[in-house]
């Protein structure tokens, strides 16, 4: 399916409507498939030890698919997370930054379903997985 | 990384030690990444309308991890799922076969992650996705 | 909030809807939070070593939440499993009945959501935990 | 099970060893069942509208768990998030505090499985629940 927002539109929208969080995070690629993200790691990212904290992970995920989303149906619509599982498989490289690899699965008229790998630099296997599904409000006339 | 155990090995061992569902199944490939399996389904895996129940696309999904998992490490462990979060995305066409293709994405030494798609013969788009855990115990001497 | 159809209700719904399962279930409460049911193990609920599988405790989790949804909202509508998120904790014993206590945490126009705590007769703790997502279908006029 | 850590305990251990994110926590209860632990609501959770976070919501849902865990092992351990499946079902009170009632369900050897409910203040019924594994290390001698 061919985006309706590419890479640039998509940063414009984080910037415009998420101000606080839209510095942290690159949109790297989007295509049919879905959204690459970039999470520029900084100190608020951290745990003690340096590696990248869960909820730092999980909000890339999840802006990741929402992004993902966006690409598809545009910027008009709310969508709001409603489920996500997420497993943390390995310890992100001290200070790097992380990557994730977000899918839509479905798209339907009111749920999104979607997976995204969360990749760190450096890493060659993904540190985290997760699957996520996102429902649509419904366009109202 | 390299199989230990190949689509004939992975069928007998179902056989031998999973006789009451093996003929549920056929491996249909082993590879690096894991393994495709598919659900002959029969009167038993259906709900009313003839679409194939939860439970048994659950058994399938749970099934393909487990034989993924065997293949890269052999049929000695006893591996048991921990946990499994599954998303129902489209309805099965109606007593088609299924097949899951799975996916390792960690082999560790107590714990084995993975997910899975379901695809319906005859449907482009995957109608369940899962993601799964398996506890691996631990050698002993 | 007041049940709409209680245990006699829930369990002749499903004789007459889920034939093929319905003997495996009793519906032993229903009340204001949700619904207790057993799962009356039969041989072909177990895996070798005589422990229940997976897919039956999957089974009956799903099916617990079901009936609890319908406890609200009467035999009219076709809820459909959207996500089951499942944690394996303990074996049961085997060849024990497994009971499953399904909660309503979230009743909406169109989304349910719950929880299943599952117990095996015998052992005091449960075996299983799962998260579960019911799309509620639209009424039409 | 009697806790070995009670909540000045939990909240000395945040002071010293999560600097970073300690002070956004209270810890409000510990007893045999689990913790309760309040999120004291500033800006850097809210998302545009003023509702708390996702990421604010699963960070909350990962610390009480956590804590949960080393109540009743002690603070020694390193335990790690493993999975974390999260149910966002209702809008958080705007600018409100949260509080999660994390219960734990199985304390293993190597993993403890536990859920989590979150309330946000002046709404009767759970805004998230989230099921959580966490592994933890074997002591090494």
Known sequence: MT???NATDLQAFLARDFGQVAA???VERVDGAGV???????ERHLRPGGTVSGPAMFGLADVAMYLAILSRIGPVALAVTTNCSMDFMRKPAAGQ??????????????????????FS?????????????????????
């Open 3 to 5: 985006p309706v927002m």
């Open 24 to 26: 942290d995070f690159t």
């Open 36 to 42: 690459c993200l970039r999470l520029k790691v900084a």
């Open 97 to 118: 930054d992380l990557r994730a690899e977000a899918r839509i699965l479905k798209l339907g008229k009111s749920l999104a379903v979607g997976d995204v790998l969360v």
């Open 121 to 141: 630099e450096g890493v060659v296997e993904p540190v985290a997985r997760a699957g996520l599904t996102y429902a649509i409000p419904r366009a109202t006339g």
